[in-house]
């Protein structure tokens, strides 16, 4: 093995700040992507797995890995053709059948979890190998090209996106794989269990497929060397890539210190002032989103007085973002676009259509006192000295759950208290925050969330299900429309919110996404307050990442994607 263990400086080795860092040490990591601790099926697992395509979930597009071709060959048939040039790290070639048997065995596995008469998946209904080039994926309904691909590429019950894992030839898993599908429900218990408990196989021990085998793994290090037979290995000049384990998970100190030339996340950083000089960020249409919940009462025992839209509506007319804007601390960023459900990234840098639809959309946050008081009088309140007044004649307050830390917040409460609405915030524990979210005992909270991708934002698993748990949204509503006229001159349309995400996705019609943004912009279920951007770095002095850019910014682990690619590469440049 070339190279040492240590962090020293090297033109021969590209190293990386391990994002498990104060996690699982690199000796108890292992590539099962069904179990759940101590799992090395990411960090680093997708390094040396490949995938049998890349989606870039920021812009929602498909890159060829494995997989050279994709087509629906019928309405409800997605067919995958696979290179011949692909071979695991012991020599063995690649087939449709390893990647087949990984989705077979996730299949069984959430066939088991399902309720009586439940899809075991909400699109895939089965897998099957036609020959060792081609895979057929069958979905229960018809889907686009994009986002049938999309789906079956993603974590079905595991870490399955991160590579093809299983090959259809290792005895363990061929034994698992028979397990899971010729057991009956009482035995399927007991094989779970040793599934999903088993380190099988150690990191140490796994045998990958991607541009890089592992070489040792260390206490604090794991080294990973080129495999030569790998399709993409020519365009690599250098021979070892490494992965750094730390004591904390910020790695702007080693990456200032020159120990490590990369790292996925945790950037931008405040103080620039230590950075590398040639330092370059990656992963730029990643990030986080703090909002705030509003509790819209639907089917909830609880009294609120934001069940009205139209009150909701004015409570964000009322927040004034600029005051906002003087009390950013560290790389926050306002959200500065009327609630739409859309990357601020996406919005700020124009890479989608949907940042022209918004300039129609109704901007809140303007401190518009006179457009909330033509809300509130719609619904019956009455203001009486300063202060506001509920229609049965109670003082209009509102109560706020946690949050007592967050400055918008903060903000949002003077600008009631002044407007003449009365404000009660009381922070609670974890467990007491989590028991009245679901039961809907708030009017508002403080939420935040992943914004990774335009259609990742509205996952049918997160807002017809996780936001609606918490924000108590009515599914079945009325939008005014045409869209942009809050007032519906041309009346309202009638919408399930679920069944709209679910013909964006079988469609992929932009309508049914425009029409969602706009309900999220009338209904206000919660209102994007600010965001915070979750990008990567390099050290561009001495490397040079070449690859799509929606590669580069638009995936989560990037840093292990472009080595693995047709037309790209890390290049040391130093």
Not at 38 to 48: D, K, N, S, V
Not at 158 to 181: A, N, V
Not at 322 to 338: H, I, T
Request: proline letters at 5%; hydrophobic letters at 35%; charged letters at 25%.
């Amino acid at each position: 093995m070339a190279g040492c263990l240590g962090g020293s400086s090297s033109t021969d080795r590209f190293r990386v700040f391990d994002a498990e860092t104060s996690g699982t040490l690199p000796s108890q990591r292992h590539c099962n992507p069904w179990n759940p601790t101590q799992r090395g099926t990411w960090h680093p697992g997708a390094l040396i797995y490949d995938r049998p395509v890349v989606y870039s979930p920021s812009r929602d597009e498909v890159y060829p890995l494995i997989a050279t071709d994709w087509e629906m060959v019928d309405d409800t048939t997605l067919e995958f053709a696979f290179s011949d040039e692909w071979t695991w790290h012991d020599g063995d070639q690649v087939v449709a059948d390893d990647w087949v048997m990984q989705l077979q065995m996730a299949l069984e596995i959430l066939d088991y979890q399902a309720e009586d008469g439940e899809r075991p998946h909400q699109f895939i209904e089965s897998a099957e190998a036609v020959d060792e080039r081609t895979a057929q994926v069958t979905f229960h309904d018809p889907l686009s090209t994009k986002v049938a691909v999309q789906n079956v590429v993603a974590d079905l019950v595991g870490d399955e996106s991160r590579g093809i894992f299983t090959k259809h030839t290792d005895d363990q898993w061929i034994d698992w794989h028979e397990q899971l599908r010729n057991s009956d429900d009482g035995e399927m218990e007991g094989v779970l269990e040793e599934m999903t408990t088993t380190s099988y196989p150690s990191l140490e021990d796994a045998v990958g497929n991607g541009p890089f085998q592992v070489a040792d793994i260390g206490d604090n290090v794991m080294i990973f060397e080129r495999y030569d037979d790998h399709p993409n290995a020519g365009e690599l000049n250098f021979s070892e890539y490494s992965v750094h384990l730390y004591n904390n998970n910020n790695p702007a100190q080693p990456y200032s210190n020159g120990e490590i030339d990369a790292a996925h996340t945790q950037f931008p950083v405040k103080n620039k002032q230590q950075l590398p000089e040639e330092h370059t960020l990656i992963k730029e249409g990643f990030s986080t989103n703090k909002l705030f919940t509003f509790n819209c009462g639907y089917d909830v025992s609880y009294d609120t007085p934001l069940e009205s839209a139209n009150v909701r509506k004015a409570i964000c007319h009322v927040f004034d973002r600029q005051q906002v804007v003087q009390l950013l601390e560290g790389v926050n960023r306002m959200f500065e676009w009327p609630p739409c459900r859309v990357p601020g990234n996406v919005l700020d840098n124009g890479s989608h259509d949907a940042a022209d639809w918004v300039e129609d959309f109704t901007l809140y946050g303007q401190n518009d006192t006179d457009r909330a008081t033509e809300l509130l009088e719609e619904e019956g309140f009455q203001r009486d000295d300063g202060e506001w007044f509920t229609p049965d004649g109670d003082r209009f307050e509102v109560d706020i759950m946690n949050g007592t830390k967050r400055k918008d917040i903060g903000v949002l409460k003077e600008n009631l208290e002044n407007f003449g609405i009365g404000t009660n915030q009381e922070q609670v524990d974890d467990a007491t925050f989590d028991e009245r979210r679901q039961a809907g005992e708030y009017d508002i909270m403080p939420d935040g969330s992943s914004a990774n991708g335009i259609r990742a934002l509205w996952a049918l698993d997160l807002v017809p299900t996780w936001v609606q748990s918490i924000s108590h949204f009515d599914p079945d509503t009325e939008i005014p429309m045409p869209i942009g006229d809050p007032d519906g001159a041309d009346g309202t349309k009638s919408i399930n919110v679920e069944e709209h995400i679910r013909q964006w996705q079988v469609t992929g019609d932009d309508q049914y996404h425009q029409e969602l943004m706009w309900w999220w912009n009338q209904t206000v279920p919660q209102m994007e307050a600010m965001f915070q951007p979750d990008a990567g770095a390099y050290n561009a002095a001495n490397w040079t990442l070449d690859a799509p850019e929606g590669v580069i910014d638009g995936t989560e682990d990037a840093l292990y994607l472009i080595p693995k690619m047709e037309g790209a590469t890390i290049e040391y440049n130093g």
